[in-house]
C-alpha cells in the first residue's frame, strides 16, 4: 500500500506561481509512474502532467504546457508540480497518484492509477 500525501496549496493572485509536494510512504514509489489530476466541483477529475519512474519523461495536457513542470526526488520520495502563470481556470483541488506498476511510463488516464492522495486546495485570484 501506499499513501499519498499532498501540500503546497493555497490561494495566490493570477501570475503568481505555487509549487505543490506530494509525500509517498513507501520507498517503492522509485519506481512507479505519478501523475497530478485536478477536480473541480461537479466535474471529472482531469489529467494534469505525468512523470515516468525515473523522471526521464513527462507528459501534459494542452493548457499547461509550458506554464507547469512536473518532478521527483525519488532519494525523498516526493512528487512536485511547479506551477507558474497561474490562471484563475486552474482553480481546482490537485491531486496525486501512482499507478502501482513498477517501471511504468506515464499515464494520461485516472484508470491507470491505483493510489490516490487526499488533495489539496489551489485557488487563483483575478
Known amino acids: 500500500q501506499v499513501q499519498l500525501v499532498e501540500s503546497g496549496g493555497g490561494l495566490v493572485q493570477a501570475g503568481g506561481s505555487l509549487r505543490l509536494s506530494c509525500a509517498a510512504s513507501r520507498r517503492t514509489f522509485g519506481g512507479y509512474a505519478m501523475g497530478w489530476f485536478r477536480q473541480a466541483p461537479g466535474k471529472e477529475r482531469e489529467f494534469v502532467a505525468a512523470?515516468?519512474?525515473?523522471?526521464?519523461?513527462?507528459v501534459y495536457e494542452d493548457s499547461v504546457k509550458g506554464r507547469f513542470t512536473i518532478s521527483r526526488d525519488n532519494a525523498k520520495n516526493t512528487l512536485y508540480l511547479q506551477m507558474n502563470s497561474l490562471k484563475t481556470e486552474d482553480t481546482d483541488v490537485y491531486y496525486c497518484?501512482?499507478?502501482?506498476?513498477?517501471?511504468?511510463?506515464?499515464?494520461?488516464?485516472?484508470?491507470?492509477?491505483?493510489?490516490w492522495g487526499q488533495g489539496t486546495q489551489v485557488t487563483v485570484s483575478s
Open positions: 497518484a501512482a499507478t502501482g506498476n513498477l517501471w511504468g511510463t506515464p499515464a494520461r488516464t485516472r484508470g491507470a492509477y491505483h493510489y
Open positions: 512523470i515516468d519512474w525515473s523522471g526521464g519523461s513527462t
